[in-house]
């Protein structure tokens, strides 16, 4: 059973016992003010209807599972920090709500800290959260105000886009694009729009600087990461996440063991990997919010909720960064039976950020003029050396595909 | 000792004195009861005053206040952020805080570089003349609910510099400072110690409110 289907089965079921009745029920009570265009109740009857339901449904269960894991992410990437440098991390444990009780009650409040910080501190994004909504909004006197505004709705919405853009296997998809991976290419690519803007609204000269990084990092690195890409396209012979993974998992090397793309395409897994961790702007790359040279880089100028808002972004980013490079290079969900494909894939995504969070706390940043000789002079012709090498394997040596026995359909 | 300010000056607490914008100013006076000649600004606030006060007739404000107040201030207190600013020798306590020894981010600490994103700031060292318009401006740029911790001797009174000619007594002589911290210099427990009776101050005395003006 899909996702899909699933959600047909519930939208059938709340429109037949809920939605329609009430509309039936709002539109006997006032006749005059029914729609003209048709009534809701007998729309929602329709096939049209049901699906358009059920579609809403399904981006909302993924858009769910998606922040679920970015709060994962998140107090992943706080814990495993501290524990690399010898530390233990947040410790906000669940036994702290007994003070909210106390507090809800109006009962004596207790002072029992050592209880407080005792757990496992997943309390803590919640509370960062929640602070943040009570924080004040301050718009500095001279930023442009609209522009100021605009960045932070930009670049949050650009990113949830992303969550219901990559499917966690064939059956739990929220969205099947043909496109689907240059959709979510070109989602990834609009946030830098709202880090330039929001880095020139703020009228603050180290915003400016780190807006202006984040498009000079961009110009270097979509480049190689979309020639990179191209070699997977070539391999599969299309966008759609669903036929990279069936043609990886067909593709068989001796014993009937799938080989991933990762190994023929070694090059371009190692290029993509570097240019996806630049994409999402994470520690090696992370030019333009370099805390030790501008202070916060463009969010220098935001507080409370827009702070939080870019915060949760990044995170996001990274976890829809790692999600796109599990379907191209690491065989998406595909792995031994008892297993369910979701937590396949969930398990090879928690992977790589594992890798990324060891990365953020192992190795220093690189300066402007490292990144763009980086970009252009290495991994440009890099990737072009892989999509040579694809091109020769796919087209130029025909019993290639019969080694690999690629799909008949392409 | 010269006294620059005086220690509980009511005119230093927060929220006493409010700024006006000019958006404020222009709606000092909306045109009363016609709300199709207001502006989009306006309107805003004409929906809010309405929204306000029909919560106040109600009774709905006190309800809601009553179950967000110990929410938020839970958020509040529990999640700190401090501002990354060192002036002598007690920010390398700060850092010893920070480090593997006494890890300070158990509390859920976490050090931010830009003053927007802060809620606590520690005066940590003696401020000199030069410094104070400087850390004033970093206080009043911290966005509302915010804090102050004066960690140290020279933060409290000026300490060993209290007689000098450049050196302002105490930092509390032209901010608010809600946590004293003595030490000289101030030991990493006793900062986190500071930090929890932060955290009760906040629960005991400064709800955190919701519908507020």
Redesign the interface.
């Known amino acids: 059973m899909s996702l899909f289907s699933f959600c047909k089965w519930m939208a059938e079921w709340t429109a037949q016992k809920m939605l329609i009745p009430i509309f039936e029920f709002q539109e006997g009570l006032f006749p005059p003010f029914t729609n003209p265009a048709g009534s809701i109740a007998d729309w929602l009857g329709t096939d049209g209807g049901i699906t358009t339901l059920a579609w809403l449904y399904a981006v909302n269960i993924a858009f769910a599972v998606g922040m679920t894991n970015l709060i994962l992410v998140i107090h992943l990437e706080r814990k495993i920090a501290a524990r690399i440098q010898d530390r233990r991390g947040p410790m906000l444990s669940f036994r702290s709500f007994r003070e909210l009780g106390e507090d809800l009650a109006g009962s004596a409040p207790s002072w029992k800290f050592k209880e407080n910080y005792a757990g496992i501190g997943i309390l803590q994004n919640l509370a960062d959260g929640i602070k943040a909504i009570a924080k004040e909004l301050i718009v500095p006197a001279k930023a442009d105000k609209f522009l100021f505004t605009m960045g932070p709705i930009i670049f949050i919405s650009s990113s949830v886009f992303l969550l219901v853009l990559f499917p966690l296997s064939d059956r739990f998809a929220a969205s099947s694009a043909p496109a689907g991976l240059m959709v979510i290419m070109a989602a990834f690519s609009i946030a830098p729009i709202g880090v330039l803007t929001s880095g020139w609204a703020s009228n603050n000269k180290y915003s400016m600087i780190g807006g202006m990084r984040s498009a000079a990092q961009l110009m270097s690195y979509e480049i190689p990461l979309l020639l990179s890409m191209a070699g997977v396209f070539l391999m599969a012979g299309s966008y759609d996440p669903v036929v990279i993974v069936e043609q990886q998992q067909a593709s068989s090397w001796f014993f009937g063991i799938p080989i991933w793309n990762f190994i023929p395409q070694f090059i371009g897994f190692i290029v993509f990997m570097i240019c996806i961790l630049a994409e999402v702007e994470r520690v090696p790359f992370d030019l333009p919010e370099a805390e030790a040279e501008l202070v916060e880089g463009w969010t220098t100028e935001y507080s409370g909720i827009r702070y939080m808002f870019f915060l949760m972004a990044e995170y996001i980013r990274g976890f829809a960064g790692a999600a796109v490079a599990t379907i191209l290079f690491l065989g998406g969900w595909a792995g031994p039976w008892p297993i369910p494909p979701e937590i396949w894939f969930l398990t090879k995504v928690y992977l790589i950020i594992i890798f990324w969070i060891f990365i953020r706390w192992s190795v220093p940043r690189i300066r402007t003029d490292q990144i763009l000789e980086l970009g252009w002079k290495k991994l440009l012709p890099l990737s072009l050396i892989n999509l040579l090498i694809v091109i020769f394997m796919v087209e130029i040596y025909p019993y290639f595909s019969e080694i690999v026995s690629l799909p008949e359909v392409f | 000792m010269s006294s620059k300010g005086v220690r509980g000056n009511p005119s230093l607490r927060r929220g006493v004195g409010s700024k006006t914008t000019d958006s404020e100013k222009i709606m000092e006076d909306p045109p009363a009861g016609d709300w199709l000649a207001l502006r989009s600004d306006q309107l805003l606030k004409w929906i809010d005053d309405a929204v306000y006060n029909a919560a106040e007739a109600t009774g709905m404000r006190e309800v809601v206040d009553?179950?967000t107040?110990?929410?938020?201030?839970?958020?509040?207190r529990?999640?700190p952020h401090p501002l990354h600013f060192g002036i002598m020798c007690c920010a390398i306590e700060m850092g010893q805080a920070s480090a593997?020894d006494h890890?300070i981010?158990?509390?859920?600490l976490?050090y931010?570089?830009?003053p927007?994103?802060c809620?606590i700031l520690i005066v940590n060292g003696p401020v000199c003349e030069k410094l104070r318009p400087k850390l004033k401006t970093l206080y009043e740029?911290m966005?509302?609910?915010k804090w102050v911790i004066a960690m140290g001797e020279c933060a409290i009174s000026g300490g060993p510099y209290w007689d000098s000619y450049s050196v302002v007594a105490g930092a509390d002589t032209f901010m608010p400072v809600d946590v004293y911290i003595p030490g000289c210099p101030v030991r990493p427990e006793a900062l986190m110690h500071g930090f929890?009776t932060l955290?009760?101050k906040i629960?005991?005395k400064e709800p955190?409110m919701?519908l507020r003006r």
């Open positions: 009553r179950v107040r110990p929410i938020f201030n839970y958020a509040q529990f999640s593997p890890d981010d158990r509390l859920g976490v931010r570089s830009s927007r994103q809620d740029q966005p509302e609910p929890l955290q009760k629960r005991e955190g919701f």
